[in-house]
């Protein structure tokens, strides 16, 4: 780098004092390349997604934490704000309650280790009990915790990364730090993150479990309605930790009917999507004939952001006729959000209400009577 020459930097200033938007141009760019700076390494490929300028991961660490917690679930909840949630192990074990909202409302959930240790003091095995012990204290909590963790203050070292790895885990970092921990109003806060935004992927680091994160959380509605405005489009974290969703299996569970009762087929996922998805279930005739034995069904079923099944109940009719078993297939296509799985289609008997009633149950006469037979 060359120092610059008198004559140089009297040129600059003359240059500034004649454009002052320049000026604030230039100090705004410097202040944004420091800011972004050190997620280069950790910035994600771009992402895009039509329509959207860039994509912005919400991220909030080292909850849960009473209050805080839930007042920030119900506020993203009512934006229809995607984010996820890195834990710590021991408050999830405090409370388990707060992990289940988090959950339950659709957001998808990350470690943070068990105590929030600085993992370059660990060793591999410390640093795999931590993740095991706060992976499991999770499930303890009725989550499906996903394969996600973030290093507290994002400090590794090549020992720490290997035993992140080795533990199945997937580490995230960030791209906006919002400094929210350290100092700033709510206005301030969101200032920031909104100033570091930048087309493509962004992963905003916030808190929801430090001593400042009700004045964090109060940002958030600015952030939403600001990058909205701009033309950013919120989204979770996919498989890889990047912003997007992740994409589940879904699995086909059926379960065999009764004639004049109903089967039920249900839609179940592998894991969380942090999104609304959805598959088409249709009806395809076998012995048991579409259109008369059972409706004709092509109904899209939404599993809803926060659960991992969804079912559809199938009614049967009943003809009244004793007849031997019937069977006919059920089938998946046109999956939103989610990925087939192999077997895409499922065989679903009916029995026929009078032999199942001769059969399975101990009182025929009250089975007789409701299904109508003889
Ligand atoms: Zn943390």
Wanted: charged share 20%; net charge positive.
């Amino acid at each position: 780098m060359t120092v610059p020459g008198r004559r140089t930097v009297h040129a600059v200033r003359v240059l500034l004092r004649r454009t002052p938007l320049l000026l604030v141009t230039l100090a705004l760019a410097c202040v944004l390349s420091v800011l972004v700076a050190p997620a280069q390494a950790a910035a994600p490929a771009p992402a895009k997604k039509r329509g959207c300028k860039g994509q912005v991961a919400l991220t909030f660490d080292d909850g849960p934490v009473r209050g805080t917690t839930h007042r920030l679930v119900r506020l993203l909840r009512s934006k229809h704000v995607p984010a996820t949630f890195f834990v710590v192990g021991q408050r999830v074990e405090a409370l388990p309650g707060a992990v289940r909202e988090i959950e339950r409302s659709g957001f998808l959930v990350g470690n943070h280790t068990w105590a929030h240790q600085d993992m370059r003091t660990l060793s591999y095995d410390q640093a795999l009990r931590t993740l095991r012990t706060t992976h499991r204290a999770l499930l303890r909590a009725g989550a499906h915790p996903t394969r996600l963790m973030r290093p507290p203050y994002g400090a590794t070292n090549p020992t720490i990364r290997r035993a992140i790895r080795d533990a199945g885990f997937v580490p995230v970092l960030w791209t906006t730090d919002s400094l929210d921990w350290k100092s700033g109003t709510s206005e301030q806060i969101a200032a920031r993150i909104l100033g570091s935004l930048r087309p493509g992927a962004n992963i905003v680091l916030q808190h929801d479990g430090v001593n400042r994160s009700p004045i964090s959380v109060g940002a958030v509605a600015q952030v939403v309605q600001g990058a909205r405005r701009r033309g950013y489009c919120f989204t979770a974290l996919d498989e890889k930790g990047r912003p997007g969703f992740p994409t589940p299996t879904a699995t086909l569970v059926t379960r065999d009917g009764v004639e004049g009762g109903s089967a039920v087929v249900r839609v179940r996922l592998d894991r969380l999507a942090g999104r609304d998805t959805a598959v088409v279930v249709e009806t395809h005739s076998g012995t048991a004939t579409v259109g008369s034995d059972l409706p004709r069904l092509s109904t899209r079923v939404v599993v809803p952001a926060g659960r991992r099944s969804a079912k559809l109940r199938i009614p049967l009719t009943s003809d009244g006729v004793l007849e031997p078993a019937e069977t006919f297939t059920v089938r998946l296509r046109s999956p939103e959000g989610l990925r087939l799985d192999d077997v895409r289609s499922a065989a679903v008997t009916i029995t026929d209400a009078a032999a199942a009633g001769r059969v399975v149950l101990p009182g025929p006469p009250i089975l007789l009577k409701r299904g109508g037979v003889l």
